[in-house]
């Protein structure tokens, strides 16, 4: 952990965050925080503001306006540090299909910054943790996609990030690995990476330890899904959210 991660008990804050496009305004001036080794999920329909948010958040897009920091640094003036401390994993797994699984694990490792004989000590645990010792020769086009899912997890997270952002992670995969995947999940929260997921499947959003749901660019509500459950009434999160569409 660097020193700038210990001063912060918070790894994400976000104040007053806004992004605009002309006269669009695809993100309209949110505020929170998520604190190290949260399972924090952000969750929202198409068109809310999810990514383009994200991608702030990941030193991709510059604010507007309002600021946020990401492991101590800011995603405005220091994008370049807020990238070396994050991991990012997309919908379509962020692997190239046509290398070798332990190339995966060489290239982005190489990307990170990190050496190479860590680059092969860390490939070599993650292969015999997920039980894959034998596909690491394997073209990852040629793996199901549970097993690609579980395996881009592995990569983005190979570099020890202080956060690793999981966008639409689960979406196109069978119901038994998305729940063999949030087992992955809860590993890295219990070993302190930060763990921020948007899903459209809301019997995730129960995984979470709070979530967020945007709605046109702004954030509805924020808690834990229990709380969120209690204060509407209902017994699911997929009810939480139709209660929200409805207003």
């Known amino acids: 952990m660097n020193s700038k991660e210990s001063q912060n008990r918070n790894i994400i804050e976000v104040e007053s965050l806004t992004k605009k496009f002309g006269s669009f305004t695809a993100v309209n001036s949110i505020s929170f925080n998520v604190k190290k080794g949260e399972i924090f999920g952000f969750l929202g329909a198409n068109g809310a503001g999810k990514t383009t948010a994200i991608k702030m958040l990941c030193g991709l897009l510059k604010p507007t306006s309002g600021q946020g920091t990401v492991a ?39 990307i990170y910054g990190m050496k190479s004989r860590d680059i092969e000590s860390v490939t070599a645990k993650m292969l015999k943790d997920l039980g894959f010792e034998k596909e690491r020769n394997t073209v990852v086009e040629s793996l199901p996609a549970g097993w690609k899912q579980k395996l881009a997890f592995s990569v983005a997270i190979m570099h020890n990030p202080a956060i690793v952002f999981l966008d639409e992670p689960t979406g196109g995969v069978a119901p038994e690995a998305r729940r063999q995947f949030w087992e992955l999940i809860y590993l890295a929260s219990q070993k302190g990476i930060t763990v921020f997921v948007t899903t459209h499947y809301m019997d995730e959003a129960e995984y979470c330890n709070r979530v967020t749901i945007m709605k046109d660019g702004a954030i509805e509500v924020i808690d834990t899904p229990q709380n969120l459950k209690s204060n509407y009434g209902v017994n699911s999160m997929d009810e939480v959210f139709y209660e929200l569409a409805k207003v």
């Open 72 to 110: 101590g640094y800011n995603i405005a003036t220091s994008p370049e540090m807020v990238k070396r401390n994050i991991g990012y994993m997309s919908q379509r797994f962020s692997l190239y299909q046509d290398l070798k699984v332990w190339e995966n694990f060489r290239l982005f490792g190489g």
